[in-house]
């Protein structure tokens, strides 16, 4: 069983930036972030492929870009243009298998969690 991590989370102003980052304790295929806000589901943000392939869900496209470094074990995600609705607890979660989807229910694999509070 893969060991996630999560970091980097933490309070910023509306429009500015944070980079979280994942680190997993070997190898896995498909990688993705999810977040979940007070009172509300777990959702997507994106995820990517083995091979680098990322897909995005639509509130987030053009703000927020995952990206992996297989070399070090590290799943990131860059979020530019915060808004206060993106305030939430971000996972990042993994598959053993090269099936990639927005779906919590596909990943058996998850961390614990990093809180990213945007103010207005």
């Known amino acids: 069983q893969v060991q996630l991590a999560e970091s980097g989370g933490g309070s910023v102003q509306s429009g500015g930036s944070l980079r979280l980052s994942c680190t997993y304790t070997?190898?896995?295929?498909?990688m993705a972030w999810f977040r979940q806000a007070p009172g509300k589901e777990r959702e997507g943000v994106g995820y990517?492929?083995?091979?680098?392939?990322?897909r995005y869900t639509d509130y987030i496209k053009g703000r927020f870009t995952i990206s992996r470094d297989n070399a070090k074990n590290t799943l990131y995600l860059q979020m530019n243009g915060l808004k206060p609705e993106d305030t939430a607890m971000y996972y990042c979660?993994?598959?053993?298998?090269?099936?990639?989807?927005?779906?919590?229910?596909?990943?058996?694999?998850w961390g614990q969690g990093t809180q990213v509070t945007v103010s207005s």
């Open positions: 979660a993994a598959n053993y298998i090269d099936r990639c989807s927005h779906s919590p229910e596909s990943f058996p694999s």
């Open positions: 990517i492929t083995s091979v680098g392939t990322s």
């Open positions: 070997r190898s896995v295929y498909c």
